[in-house]
């Protein structure tokens, strides 16, 4: 066949949906690939999809639609919400193919139902010799029982080539002087916002070797630290400590740091959270004073600055903690739980 499409929402990419799109390359000779989702996914934004699907399936014809862009280049035609009826999105469809390709379609490639009555609709309105097809690739998820609702609802990475898990993981890093909440914050936070706790692995090894590091180690945790991080197959990661903390106790205990460690002291973040030290020190047999704590503090508002990294300093009791990291992560990332029932429109179907 000549021409194929294949649209979806692709909030995230998966399997299921590479599987549509490999099978439908297998068979036709040009095939076209839309998405859009009105309103968008925070999670994943529109050039984000593109991405993924360019760097996927170069031999594609991409197309990415987003409700500001559209206008602008085809007037008069506006996105669907996901929550319009189908007839919208249908009509929407042999519109946006008359006037992007003007060429005769071939086939439609769908997982779902929503395809019959699609292609009843691009029969009715696009003249062409021959009807549009239909071909339904494994409707009932037995080859690949995965859906894009169901990632959203529940994390799964072993769905996700590894393009897309990679762009879809954030790292959220407390930081912080001992005593000062950290370990306790992450935790919640990795409950509390749905995600995964990366641990601090410079106290587990001080556990280990019973207080007695030496600066050989400190490389080790920095280097332990960020696979830890990047073993957290989620896309979002609470990490309790960053190499920028093992930076710091190198130099303060050993009074230099390997270049190594240095380099990996500049690893990002999504989002840096600072444990400020306003209330006394809590001693457990394994922290400082509180002259050390001080000076750590002290440290880290300068370091922080020096660098140029955006931070959110935690005070207070751990309510009021617990609510400005609420707040503040879902500011920046507007990453409130998407719905977990199915969306109408095309976009239902392989999205």
């Given amino acids: 066949m000549k021409r194929g499409l294949v649209i979806g929402k692709f909030c995230p990419l998966h399997k299921g949906h590479q599987m549509l799109i490999e099978t439908a390359l297998s068979e036709v000779e040009e095939l076209h690939i839309w998405s859009w989702s009105e309103p968008e996914f925070p999670e994943y934004p529109a050039q984000l999809r593109a991405h993924w699907l360019r760097t996927l399936y170069p031999q594609a014809r991409v197309e990415v639609f987003s409700a500001g862009s559209l206008p602008t280049r085809f007037p008069g035609l506006e996105l669907p919400a996901n929550s319009a009826p189908d007839i919208e999105h249908q009509v929407f469809v042999a519109q946006l193919w008359s006037r992007l390709i003007g060429q005769p379609l071939a086939a439609v490639y769908t997982s779902e139902s929503y395809g019959e009555p699609l292609v009843a609709v691009l029969n009715e309105r696009l003249s062409q010799p021959r009807p549009v097809a239909h071909r339904l690739v494994d409707p009932d998820r037995c080859r690949l029982p995965i859906s894009g609702t169901r990632l959203r609802a529940a994390w799964q990475h072993e769905w996700l080539d590894p393009v897309v898990q990679r762009s879809t ?183």
């Fill in 169 to 351: 993981q954030r790292s959220v890093v407390f930081l912080g002087a001992e005593s000062t909440g950290k370990s306790t914050l992450s935790a919640w936070a990795s409950r509390a916002l749905g995600g995964v706790q990366v641990p601090e692995y410079g106290r587990t090894l001080w556990e280990q070797k019973q207080g007695r590091l030496v600066f050989g180690d400190m490389l080790h945790i920095a280097e332990t630290q960020v696979a830890l991080e990047e073993r957290a197959l989620h896309p979002w990661r609470f990490c309790d400590s960053s190499p920028l903390t093992t930076l710091f106790y190198s130099q303060t205990l050993f009074g230099k740091a390997e270049r190594a460690l240095e380099l990996l002291s500049q690893r990002p973040y999504d989002l840096t959270f600072l444990c400020l030290a306003d209330f006394p020190l809590v001693q457990d047999g394994t922290r400082q004073d509180e002259a050390f704590r001080r000076t750590q503090e002290c440290w880290y508002l300068a370091e922080l600055q020096r660098r140029g990294i955006p931070f959110t300093p935690l005070a207070g009791d751990l309510a009021s903690r617990q609510e400005t990291i609420r707040k503040t992560f879902h500011e920046i990332f507007d990453a409130s739980p998407p719905p977990a029932a199915p969306l109408a429109g095309p976009g239902t179907g392989p999205g």
